[in-house]
């Protein structure tokens, strides 16, 4: 299994999370964003979306950080991570897909470089974009974790689920952007405690290969 992959990606993150979670092995392909790796034709050819992350597994490619993470799930069901309640799953997914599909696309780097190069603003801009659309997703689903969180460890009931798979990656991002996470506790309380978990520690960019 090859995955293509980028350490400050939060979408790779995720998946290098579900993978650890997994105990998978695969080989790292590193595709530089601030270099454009990812728009080179070689890799165009496999992933036309020209994103990151991607996968290569059993003759075909995978794109999207979710589907790749729910094909995980499939292939390899322990540990489950959604729920076996139907309505339990779409909670899950619901906490999930409001991170991966409103909170991250909008400060992704590919948006930012938009809003600094294209829209002429400079840096105070830029992070002023940032932290606000951070703030307004987290707003959201601080309530929403708060309500099916058990303990503040997990986003939903007392295990570990798809959602926190999301979490831990945007919980990141937002703590390297300097945003106030003051009006949000039980994201962070859940957040603190993930960065504890074997699987979470090993997929931090940090520590990945192209992070040197």
Not at 199 to 204: I, L, M, N, Q, V
Request: neutral net charge.
């Amino acid at each position: 299994m090859k995955l293509y992959n980028y350490f400050r990606s939060s979408a790779a993150f995720r998946v290098r999370i579900a993978l650890n979670l997994k105990g998978l092995q695969y080989e790292y392909v590193s595709k530089s964003l601030l270099k454009n790796e990812q728009r080179a034709a070689d890799y165009l050819a496999l992933n036309p979306q020209g994103l990151i992350p991607a996968i290569e597994v059993d003759g075909g490619v995978l794109t999207q950080s979710l589907a790749i993470i729910e094909y995980l799930n499939d292939l390899h069901p322990q540990p489950p991570l959604l729920p076996a309640d139907p309505l339990a799953r779409a909670q899950v997914r619901s906490m999930a897909l409001a991170i991966a599909c409103d909170i991250h696309p909008l400060n992704n780097l590919r948006v930012l470089n938009y809003v600094r190069q294209d829209l002429g603003q400079n840096d105070d801009g830029v992070n002023t974009w940032y932290l606000h659309w951070v703030a307004e997703g987290f707003r959201g689903l601080e309530q929403q974790v708060a309500k099916h969180s058990s303990s503040r460890r997990y986003c939903f009931g007392d295990s570990l689920t798809l959602a926190d798979v999301c979490l831990a990656p945007q919980m990141y991002n937002a703590r390297r952007f300097k945003c106030d996470l003051t009006p949000f506790p039980t994201l962070v309380a859940i957040s603190t405690h993930l960065e504890t978990l074997p699987a979470f520690d090993a997929a931090r960019p940090e520590v990945q290969p192209d992070a040197r």
